[in-house]
């Protein structure tokens, strides 16, 4: 089983920028696909960007220009530049796996003022 640990989020004023990163363990890594995906306050979990093993990339419509996906093979970590921050994108942030498996904890990222 992955287990995943994300870090890197914060509080942060809207137009600001974070970097969200995320360690899995396991030898697998480096196989598969990654996505970032977020939920906010009583909304649905939604994907955000997600990675495949050759290093190409999709995001979705609400983040496509603003965030960008990255993966580090050597460090088993996955990566997710985040600019232009917004106060609706405000959520808890998670990696996984595509399709996705057991969730870690999550990184709190809120934009405000």
């Known amino acids: 089983q992955v287990q995943l640990v994300e870090s890197g989020g914060g509080l942060v004023q809207p137009g600001g920028s974070l970097r969200l990163s995320c360690a899995a363990s396991?030898?697998?890594?480096?196989?598969?696909?990654w996505g970032w995906y977020r939920q906010a306050p009583e909304k649905q979990r939604e994907t955000l960007a997600t990675?495949?093993?050759?290093?190409?990339?999709k995001y979705a419509d609400s983040v496509k220009g603003r965030f960008t996906i990255s993966r580090d093979n050597a460090k088993n970590t996955v990566y997710l530049q985040m600019d232009s921050l917004k106060p609706e994108d405000t959520a808890v942030y998670y990696c996984?796996?595509?399709?996705?498996?057991?969730w870690g904890q999550g990184a709190q990222v809120t934009v405000s003022s």
């Open positions: 996984n796996l595509v399709p996705p498996g057991v």
């Open positions: 396991g030898t697998i890594f480096r196989f598969t696909a």
């Open positions: 990675i495949t093993v050759s290093g190409n990339t």
